[in-house]
């Protein structure tokens, strides 16, 4: 839990998470995220659409941990994108966290016409030392390609839709020549895969659950992972990753898996 990936610009992140996308902000938010601190999480991912920032900062406050041992990301959502609208909801986000920097801050979805602007803003945040790191997610090698082309800053992280049903490899070996991190949303395919035949034989000679297997999977395939859940026993199972290993052959196996099946929308083609 403690084992962390170092972003091209040297800053260092988790390679888990916990994940709050459809965990409701009061008590479900911030139980989860007390759940998740007390395990050894030191990494949150919320984002302003999950309206739930005010409970993740109020739980990070209470938790007693120090700010700067964890590490914080959220988003700027598709409705403010564009230079200043961006820097307005980037403070609204910080004050709704009740923090005073980020350590990661993302364009949610590549909104046409829109992202290159919201990406300048990025930029300056990150000159002003209020974010740590900066990326994207949901970008496709094409709009990748357009980005850093105009960009000072290359994006440092590209958070994506990543499981076994969907493996991504070519947005993957495009980051993984620029030193983009990759990181994976909805990494447990939204509880799809769970009782998948392969998962279930791999997870039963490991000792493991099919949850596990898949976010073993991820930390093989060098992928940061941040996989949500409101139940405490889960979130400590899902955190217990670091104490086995899958072989060349497993990985392959559930590499194989792939169907390139989206649980979430297209990011060539979405309306919101
Ligand atoms: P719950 O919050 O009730 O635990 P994803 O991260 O891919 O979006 O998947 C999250 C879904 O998987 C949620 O429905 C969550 O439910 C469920 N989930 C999370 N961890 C586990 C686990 N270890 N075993 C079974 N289901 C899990």
């Known amino acids: ?12 992140m988790p390679w888990l998470g916990l994940g709050v996308y459809k965990v409701e902000d009061g008590q479900e938010v911030v139980d989860s995220v007390k759940y998740a601190i007390k395990a050894g999480y030191k990494s949150i991912d919320t984002a302003k659409i999950y309206e739930n920032e005010e409970g993740v900062g109020q739980a990070i406050k209470e938790s007693g941990v120090s700010r700067e041992e964890l590490f914080v990301t959220s988003k700027v959502w598709n409705a403010d994108q564009g230079y200043d609208t961006t820097l307005q909801a980037f403070e609204t986000s910080l004050n709704k966290l009740g923090l005073e920097y980020l350590d990661l801050y993302l364009i949610h979805w590549p909104v046409q016409g829109k992202y290159k602007d919201t990406w300048k803003a990025l930029e300056k945040l990150y000159k002003d030392g ?9 970008f496709q090698v094409h709009h990748l390609e357009d980005l850093i082309a105009d960009a000072e800053v290359k994006p440092m992280v590209n958070q994506i839709e990543f499981h076994p049903l ?5 947005v993957r070996e495009y980051c993984k020549k620029q030193g983009i991190q990759v990181e994976a949303w909805s990494p447990l395919a939204q509880g799809e895969l769970l009782d998948n035949e392969v998962l279930t034989q791999i997870a039963e000679k490991h000792g493991k659950s099919t949850a596990q297997v898949i976010l073993r999977w991820d930390l093989q395939n060098e992928v940061v992972t941040i996989p949500k859940s409101t139940k405490e026993h889960r979130i400590i199972q899902n955190a217990d990753v670091f104490d086995f290993e899958l072989n060349a052959e497993e990985v392959e196996k559930i590499n194989a898996l792939n169907q390139n099946h989206r649980v979430g929308p297209d990011p060539d083609n979405f309306d919101f």
């Open 130 to 138: 209020k974010i740590r790191a900066i990326g994207v997610s949901n």
């Open 1 to 12: 839990l403690q084992s962390t990936t170092t972003l091209a610009n040297g800053v260092k």
């Open 166 to 170: 969907l493996t991504q490899t070519e």
